[in-house]
């Protein structure tokens, strides 16, 4: 999961063209956002669309987004043109307290890619699948608008990583943070010197496979309710009762009184809510070829 603030509107489209540029483009990504990274200083650019599905359409929807966006994803990853698409669920919040149950994360270091909707998803869809007819397009796109609704999207750029290597893992957290008004820099700092060398133990203990941090690039604005997001990676949810941060503590600063940190960090951000996430399946360099 770049301070530069950038506010790009997309142009509207018919109701049509809308659902493709959802469903089948690159604007469609942390779970695991930020576990394909590129190979060289790019920024990495997180795309996120938080989706809600019509009450007993949570399946009809991935099914659709196996049958028919998996196909996209994986041409555009074997393009080059993203890093990878991951397809999340909700565990918590749930109900009527989620204001969505589904996430599509794209990675990309291209932000025209995930911005630009000049070529039509109609023409990328019948390019992949010649033998469909224009009909049968039209009836997927009625297929995705009456199994869902897109919430809002966001794209993230990416600050920090323990492990970029790492295979995606079943579960993830993601805290998203307010940082307090001319401390940015220093909980960026807090997140990178402090916290991470104890998430890295905490890594070595085996409760998690990797963290990240990233930034909210846009929509942007001053009134934004959090500006940043850290994740933690995990395959067993226990890592829930015993995340093990003491122990970590100890290990990563053994001769230094941590509670000046702590303090520090408190008075650097708030954290506006915490969400955890299932891995429902993905697409990236770990289990497709280009």
Known sequence: MPTKKVFMLLLK??????FFLICFLSAFLLSCGV??????????????????TQPGKFRDYLDLLKNYSRKVWEYN???GKSLGTYVNSMILPSGSSADYD??????????????????SAQMMLKKLNPEYSDSYIQSIGDQFLHVRSLVKREIFTALAEINPTAPPTKYYTTDYMKATTGKEDDYVKLEKEVWMPIHKERIKLGVLTDWALAQKYMPYSSKDPYDYATFNFFNDINFLQDSKYTEA????????????????T???????KEELWKLEFYIDATNTKK
Do not use: E, M
């Open 13 to 18: 489209k018919s109701k049509t063209t809308a």
């Open 35 to 52: 576990k394909a990274q590129s190979g060289n200083d790019k920024p990495v650019y997180i795309a996120v669309n938080y989706i809600r």
């Open 77 to 79: 990853f074997k393009q």
């Open 102 to 119: 589904i996430t599509v994360i794209t990675v990309s270091t291209d932000l025209k890619f995930l911005l630009d909707d000049s070529l």
């Open 249 to 264: 503590i100890k290990k990563a600063f053994p001769n230094v009184d941590i509670n000046k940190s702590l303090d520090s």
């Open 266 to 272: 408190n008075a650097s951000r708030t954290i506006v």
